[in-house]
């Protein structure tokens, strides 16, 4: 009888286990900021990395825009190339800690955009029309648009 209620305490605890690491996977480390946005919570170093991630996407769009700019799609495509789903795979590891505190919105949201940025280099490599190319670029930005509307990343000390 005593194992019995030893297995049903281990089979709650385990099973609020599950139940927090899924609200976190799906959550994040997360609270509202005063502007309404989503706030993500990080350490110092993984605030620096998700905003270094994002300039070299900014980065990625300018080099875009001049090498259309100058017919050079090579040089566009590199530049799309750049930061595409091999950026993700290259910090993998650096952000396997993070990817716990992002919530499920907020992954779905960067790896769609990481994806675009590589279907826009097969496309500037096929030579698409210019209009085709910039309809797509307007369907990147708008993810940009739509992440820094949404979310704020906040220092996990000043995150209130």
Known sequence: ???LHLAKVAILLWLFTMITIGYFFYFGNTTKSL???????????????????MRALLEALNGMLAGLGEKNYEKAAKSADAVGMGLVTSLEHQEKTILLKLPVSFKKLGFGTHEKFDEIASKIRKKEEIQTLLKEM??????????????KIELETEAK
Do not use: F, S, W
């Open 35 to 53: 502007d309404t946005r989503t706030a993500i919570r990080l350490t110092p170093a993984e605030r620096q990395l998700v905003l270094t991630e």
């Open 1 to 3: 009888m005593k194992h």
């Open 138 to 151: 307007d369907e990147l930005t708008k993810n940009c648009v739509a992440c820094h509307a949404g979310y």
